[in-house]
């Protein structure tokens, strides 16, 4: 399975960044290029997205297995995930930790969330957009509204509308992420069980407002990643290196040095 990759700066450690579901390697582009001054950046269109491969199911162990074919025990990376890219992150450093010299996790926890997110109902506004009768990108952002009211939302998740020479489509694999939306949800715990904890240096960065890294769920996190600690960035929210990006950058540009 190939996974599409951009690549970055000439010298340095090496930090690979995993986006999250709908997003693609090049929205971490601003914030890679800062890093890059003095580290070498992989920027990865995750499974299921952008232009890299499908297949015909979702799961965090074969996307974290997927992903660490990019790396090598001999140039450990410094690995960066957001939300479902940070939870596949995890994952593979848990099963690869010879791969992983540190990790940064944004904004998502190493637990199985129990309530069905508003994914799902974007999921569902994007698959009943007509593309057939679509003329223009601005008919789309219309035609989402009421699935996605928010408008940087629907700006993002419009960055997946691709016109070819067949018409428009989605990037994203639709159909899986739509069927598996639970598993994306999920944590692979008993395929991780029997596994030490990862005992590299790990950061969790989570936004104020968003309540996908709580206290409750410390006890996971200090149980998978000993050697971690904890910075809530204010004025963000889920998408905390969107929403805050010159502080997200000050952050981690600390955590890697």
Same mark, same amino acid.
């Given at each position: 399975m190939a996974l599409h990759t951009t690549s970055l700066g000439e010298s340095g450690p090496l930090v690979a960044f995993c986006h999250g579901l709908f997003g693609q390697g090049k929205n971490w582009t601003s914030i890679a290029k800062a890093v890059a001054t003095d580290h070498r950046v992989l920027l990865v269109d995750m499974p299921h997205h952008g232009r890299s491969d499908w297949t015909d199911s979702f799961d965090y162990v074969d996307v974290a297995d997927q992903v660490a074919e990019l790396f090598s025990a001999d140039d450990p990376v410094a690995l960066v995930g957001h939300s479902m890219g940070g939870k596949a992150a995890m994952v593979l450093a848990l099963r690869h930790p010879e791969l992983v010299e540190r990790l940064c996790v944004v904004d998502v926890s190493p637990v199985a969330y129990r309530s069905r997110s508003e994914f799902s109902g974007y999921i569902e506004g994007m698959q009943a957009l007509d593309l057939l009768g679509l003329e223009r990108r601005a008919e789309a952002d219309e035609a989402l509204v009421e699935a996605v009211p928010d408008p940087t939302v629907r700006s993002f998740l419009l960055q997946n509308l691709r016109r /070819?020479?067949?018409? =428009?489509? =989605?990037?994203?694999? $639709?159909?899986? $992420? /739509? @069927?598996?939306?639970? $598993? $994306?949800?999920?944590?692979? %715990?008993? *395929? +991780?069980? *029997?596994?030490?904890?990862?005992? /590299? !240096?790990? +950061? =969790?960065?989570?936004?104020? &407002? &968003?309540?996908?890294? !709580?206290? %409750?769920? *410390?006890?996971?996190?200090? !149980?998978?990643?000993? @050697?971690? @600690? @904890?910075?809530?960035?204010?004025? *963000? /929210?889920? =998408?905390?290196?969107? %929403?805050q990006p010159a502080v997200f950058t000050e952050v981690l540009r600390r955590f890697l040095a």
């Amino acid at each position: 399975m190939a996974l599409h990759t951009t690549s970055l700066g000439e010298s340095g450690p090496l930090v690979a960044f995993c986006h999250g579901l709908f997003g693609q390697g090049k929205n971490w582009t601003s914030i890679a290029k800062a890093v890059a001054t003095d580290h070498r950046v992989l920027l990865v269109d995750m499974p299921h997205h952008g232009r890299s491969d499908w297949t015909d199911s979702f799961d965090y162990v074969d996307v974290a297995d997927q992903v660490a074919e990019l790396f090598s025990a001999d140039d450990p990376v410094a690995l960066v995930g957001h939300s479902m890219g940070g939870k596949a992150a995890m994952v593979l450093a848990l099963r690869h930790p010879e791969l992983v010299e540190r990790l940064c996790v944004v904004d998502v926890s190493p637990v199985a969330y129990r309530s069905r997110s508003e994914f799902s109902g974007y999921i569902e506004g994007m698959q009943a957009l007509d593309l057939l009768g679509l003329e223009r990108r601005a008919e789309a952002d219309e035609a989402l509204v009421e699935a996605v009211p928010d408008p940087t939302v629907r700006s993002f998740l419009l960055q997946n509308l691709r016109r /070819g020479d067949d018409g =428009w489509s =989605w990037q994203p694999n $639709l159909t899986v $992420l /739509g @069927r598996d939306i639970d $598993l $994306l949800g999920g944590w692979p %715990e008993e *395929a +991780l069980a *029997a596994l030490p904890p990862y005992d /590299g !240096r790990t +950061l =969790w960065v989570a936004g104020q &407002s &968003s309540g996908y890294v !709580r206290d %409750e769920y *410390a006890p996971a996190m200090d !149980r998978y990643f000993p @050697r971690n @600690r @904890r910075v809530t960035i204010k004025g *963000a /929210g889920h =998408w905390v290196h969107s %929403e805050q990006p010159a502080v997200f950058t000050e952050v981690l540009r600390r955590f890697l040095a």
